[in-house]
């Protein structure tokens, strides 16, 4: 199995970012296409400061888009690329401070997406379990992640990962009251 590394985001790995976002890849399971148009658009407007929102720690970026165009607020975050050699997808954590509570807005810690022609070489898994030590750094003492019930291949990495399923619940009306799971990594300490 190829390792990887969680690289952050800069300037000279944006162009490997970018082919993949122009060959049809989305690092956003929710929004897909929309999220990468949004992301090809604020790369073209401004490379540098695309890439340095994609780790903000103290949240101070702007609004967060729902799938239903209303807004809400960032909470702090960060965003890592999946890395073998190349930009080979990304994972992201988002947390509140001093708690592992989120709001009821935010359906879960940690979100990742492999890109499909990097898929089936365990790389969502290692990304998992190494983002999880960022989440213990953080103090937290779990994580939730969410995902389609159809998603079986992500349902497998989370449950490799520790993962238990909590709860099948329908999303807010901001993501179209579709079903989804909810699963928790309990993070020892």
Known sequence: MTEIELL????????????????GWSPDNV???VAAREQLHAIALNAEAFV???DDP???????????????ARLPSMVRWIWDGDVSGAI?????????????????????SVMPWK???????????????EARLQGLS??????????IASQRVIAACGGVLIERFKKTAAYGFAET?????????
């Open 92 to 112: 992201g954590f988002r947390w509140q401070a001093g708690t592992a509570e989120l709001p009821p807005y935010v359906l879960g810690h940690i979100g990742f």
């Open 142 to 151: 779990y994580v939730e992640l969410t995902v389609d019930p159809e998603n």
């Open 181 to 189: 799971l909810r699963y928790r990594i309990e993070l020892a300490d």
């Open 58 to 72: 103290t949240a101070s970026g702007g609004p967060i888009p729902l799938p239903d165009g209303s807004t809400i």
């Open 119 to 133: 898929r089936g070489n365990g790389y969502a898994r290692q990304a998992l379990n190494l983002m999880l030590g």
């Open 52 to 54: 340095d929102g994609l």
């Open 31 to 33: 929004r897909k296409e």
């Open 8 to 23: 952050r985001p800069t300037i000279a790995l944006l162009p490997s970012y970018v082919s993949a976002l122009e060959a």
